[in-house]
């Protein structure tokens, strides 16, 4: 996915001179919230009727738009008017992002699955009879997320342009912003129609277009699942990873870790790649509990003050 969309903008740069040069290289830095992005979002819309899938992916996609049309012009009005403003404001957004990982990590371990069919099929029927408040619940939260995602690509962007001019800035985070989220939310369009793509091909063609299909059916339930799994997971890193890079403290502490273990023979550049992961993951979880029981403690706090 994100080797497609360098290619693009390599292909932007020979037309675009200095400008999509600077894109390209934003692109590149970015490449990584980009694969959280589409594990996200993916996951956000899983579990819909299949009719619905690609309607709410475009709601979500034209949410994206919005965001990245809020976003763009407001990182360039910071950068100039009140540039240490930008790492609080996204560490909000990590933390954020923190929080919505632990409360989805606390709501599958509470949800009670149905025992049988009987009681999976009632759980359907509640859902379906209120599907457009279901609807708006999932791309509120896609777009929620999206957002805070957003942020950081812009920021880093922002960043690979910093002492070019203002209209070399503006063009290089417009590129990004809009090839990005074509190229996000035409993939996750792609992933939830897996499913019935492979339904199409189990009834039309040869024997080796319905092997295919099955497999696509096979296949998509537990691509699914993985999502599912990975987009939580993805929560926790890229909050992590934000609040790491915007406290001096933790993010020398990560850097002096590396290049420890990076001395280890045989294993150090493994050790060394992973290692970074592994303490935003960790500062992401511990980051989300926190919100979690600071906002618990107000819950609590706030009824006895208002009485008082």
Known sequence: MASSLLILLDDIATVLDDVAVMSKVAAKKTAGVLGDDLALNAQQVSGLRAERELPV??????GSF???????????????????LINPLLMIGGLFLCYEGVEKVLHSLQHRKAKDEKEAEQELQSIETDLATFEKEKIKGAVRTDFILSAEIVVISLGTVATATFISKL??????????????????????????IGLYLTQHGGNFKKSIGRFLLAFAPK????????????????GGGIINHAVPLIHHFTEDTVDHLELIPSFGSIFGALTPMLINLMIGIAAGLAVILVLTVFKKIWPKSKQA
């Open 223 to 238: 691509l699914m699942k993985t999502l599912t799994v990975v987009g939580t997971i993805a929560m926790f890193l890229v």
């Open 171 to 196: 063009t290089v985070l417009s590129i990004i912003a809009i090839v990005m989220t074509i190229g996000v939310y035409g993939f996750v369009g792609l992933i939830v129609k897996i499913d019935d």
């Open 66 to 84: 919005v965001n990245k049309l809020i976003l763009v012009p407001l990182a360039l009005l910071i950068s100039v008017v009140a540039p240490w």
């Open 57 to 62: 992916v475009w709601s979500v996609a034209k």
